[in-house]
């Protein structure tokens, strides 16, 4: 086997884990949300050796993400509890949420973009 080869594993194998822990921190989040609030997961990073996941989330109303932000990290214990039994793998990860800054600039720049024209 060449190297390239054995890095390109490693690199779909970290893509596939991180589209699977994607998909249950968003089904996480949408049996969590209240009336009114919507969470979304926008993106997670996984690191190298996959213990450790940082799931990306957008609120909306944002006059709302500080206080849903504080809600989901005081849960991360649920999102690992929840995550056991739909995850198959070997080692589950240890989750942290984050707001994703990253989104919400490129919402603000399409507002900006649509004023324009």
């Known amino acids: 086997m060449r190297k390239s080869d054995s890095i390109n594993k490693?690199?779909?194998r970290k893509e596939r884990m991180t589209a699977l822990v994607k998909d249950?921190?968003?089904s996480f989040l949408k049996s969590k949300s209240r009336p009114g609030i919507l969470i979304?997961?926008?993106?997670v990073d996984m690191s190298k050796d996959f213990k450790n996941a940082t799931v990306f989330v957008?609120?909306?109303p944002e006059k709302t993400e500080n206080e849903?932000?504080?809600?989901l990290r005081e849960k991360n214990w649920e999102l690992r509890n929840y995550a056991k039994g739909?995850?198959?793998i070997k080692?589950?990860?240890s989750f942290r949420f984050e707001l994703d800054k990253g989104?919400?600039?490129r919402q603000r720049m399409q507002v900006i973009l649509n004023e324009k024209e």
């Open 58 to 60: 957008t609120v909306f």
């Open 86 to 88: 739909r995850l198959k």
């Open 40 to 43: 979304s997961a926008t993106r």
């Open 24 to 26: 249950v921190a968003a």
């Open 91 to 93: 080692f589950l990860p």
């Open 68 to 71: 849903v932000l504080i809600g």
């Open 10 to 12: 490693m690199e779909f």
């Open 103 to 105: 989104e919400k600039a």
